[in-house]
């Protein structure tokens, strides 16, 4: 079965340009025009990876990523924005809102293909050791469709991480955003930025996907 992606943008002419191209690829394309309607889907398609612009009428694209990333089942489902706003302070609130990718407009299709392969690849191989490791008994799953080790959680202390960034990843594995781990740690977002390319340069790994992969795998975190 196809994988399904949620296509969300309020231009008529990028909605379908991106389905096309994302149908011609093998994969189910559901689309909204604007953050409201996209929420909706997530609930009614359950997808695998939303594309979405920002600027939106409703609710924008950050909202639509706030209220996502609050249902546990979604915490880790990968995110691209797509947008024309480029400055630095932008992307910064995306990458804190919880987007794995920030892409700006105009883009080149094959680009965004090539992102999306690289996300879903890392989102079902991780999707598919957790469900082996549940299989096996390492893990059990919570009921909020999350996995939790049976183990006592530990850092390692081979990477040398203070016990600030021992939170922080654990807070991460969440799914959490870095607004949202700020406030839970009583923590400012820049800061918590600073935690996270740390845990980033510790474990040598390029995003939250990888890092959440690189923690379950080494029982960093329960």
Not at 40 to 45: A, G, K, L, N
Not at 117 to 145: A, F, P
Request: hydrophobic letters at 40%; charged letters at 25%.
């Amino acid at each position: 079965m196809p994988l399904t992606i949620l296509v969300s943008d309020d231009d008529l002419g990028t909605r379908l340009s991106i389905s096309d191209y994302l149908e011609l690829s093998g994969y189910s394309v559901v689309s909204a025009e604007n953050g409201q309607k996209a929420l909706e889907m997530v609930d009614r398609y359950q997808p695998h990876l939303i594309v979405t612009d920002i600027t939106m009428p409703q609710m924008d694209g950050y909202e639509l990523v706030r209220h996502v990333r609050l249902q546990p089942a979604f915490r880790l489902l990968p995110v691209i924005f797509l947008t024309a706003r480029t400055n630095v302070e932008e992307r910064i609130r995306g990458y804190q809102m919880g987007c794995d990718i920030y892409l700006p407009k105009p883009f080149e299709l094959d680009e965004l293909g090539a992102i999306i392969r690289n996300l879903l690849e890392r989102s079902q191989l991780m999707e598919s050791e957790w469900r082996l490791r549940v299989r096996s008994g390492e893990i059990e799953e919570d009921k909020g469709g999350l996995t939790a080790e049976k183990h006592t959680p530990t850092i390692a202390s081979t990477l040398d991480l203070t016990p600030r960034e021992g939170e922080v990843l654990i807070v991460v594995v969440e799914g959490l955003s870095n607004a949202q781990i700020g406030d839970r740690l009583h923590l400012s977002p820049r800061t918590v930025e600073k935690y996270v390319s740390s845990l980033f340069r510790k474990t040598e790994t390029n995003n939250r996907a990888e890092l959440v992969r690189f923690a379950i795998e080494h029982r960093l975190v329960e």
